[in-house]
């Protein structure tokens, strides 16, 4: 596609209940990275993909959060047993290539605004 | 450690004003990239502009400027003659270990009214 697609736009979930956040990459692209965006604050590193192999999940605050992308494009991150403090917007962005990517700049989706009530 | 700064928190200007912010960095990398994004209500983070680090020559796009400064670690953006449409929270991010990483600044929201 034209840009990086994420669904849903917004999710609100109940304390505990499991999450399942899409992202469509640029076609073709590379690196798919997620970024967790607090109220108020600037966009964090979750974690990256190249292709089908996760090569860094440093980010990742607790062994809740799971992220996959098993045929090298689409990539699903799932949070299961939600907790407030998991209320963020989550956003993907993809490159052609990660090197590439941090000379050009990534291209975002406009994420997925999810709250735990 | 590499970190991004932006000390404004908000800033509040009237249509036509220019309008500066501000963008410190921190990086024991000689080679890294820096970045403006702008993220409007949409939510979008939309890309502005990068600036690697051997290249300190001022850039002008438009409405927008660019002045980095490697003496004082800054690259900061001002807009001239702000318009409404310009109402958004900016980034500012790092990019360094030769791509590896990259890093965002807490974003300065600027509101630019009629």
């Known amino acids: 596609g034209a840009g990086v697609s994420q669904s849903p736009r917004y999710k609100v979930a109940k304390r505990g209940q499991d999450v399942a956040l899409r992202c469509d990459p640029i076609?073709?692209?590379?690196?798919l990275f997620w970024y967790q965006q607090a109220l108020g604050q600037g966009p964090e590193f979750l974690t990256y993909?190249?292709?089908?192999?996760?090569?860094?999940k440093s980010g990742l605050p607790s062994d809740r959060f799971f992220a996959e992308r098993p045929e090298g494009s689409v990539s699903t991150l799932k949070i299961q047993r939600t907790q407030q403090e998991d209320s963020a917007v989550y956003l993907c962005?993809?490159?052609?290539?990660?090197?590439?990517?941090?000379?050009?700049?990534?291209?975002f989706g406009s994420g997925t605004r999810l709250t735990v009530v | 450690a590499q970190k991004v700064t932006q000390a404004q928190t908000e800033i509040s200007v009237v249509e036509k004003e220019d309008v500066t912010l501000d963008c410190v960095y921190e990086?024991?990398?000689?080679?890294?990239?820096l970045f403006w994004y702008k993220q409007p209500p949409s939510g979008e983070l939309v890309f502005l502009i990068r600036?690697?680090?051997?290249?300190?020559q001022n850039e002008i796009s438009g409405r927008y400027s660019w002045n980095f400064q490697k003496s004082t670690s800054s690259f900061n953006f001002t807009i001239t003659a702000s318009q409404v449409v310009d109402s958004a929270v900016y980034f500012c991010?790092?990019?360094?270990?030769?791509?590896?990483?990259?890093?965002f600044g807490p974003g300065t929201r600027l509101s630019v009214l009629p």
């Open positions: 962005a993809s490159s052609l290539e990660r090197d590439r990517g941090a000379d050009y700049g990534y291209t």
């Open positions: 076609s073709g692209h590379v690196s």
């Open positions: 993909f190249q292709n089908e192999a996760q090569l860094d």
């Open positions: 990086t024991r990398d000689t080679t890294y990239y």
């Open positions: 600036r690697n680090s051997f290249d300190e």
């Open positions: 991010a790092l990019s360094y270990n030769y791509g590896q990483n990259f890093v």
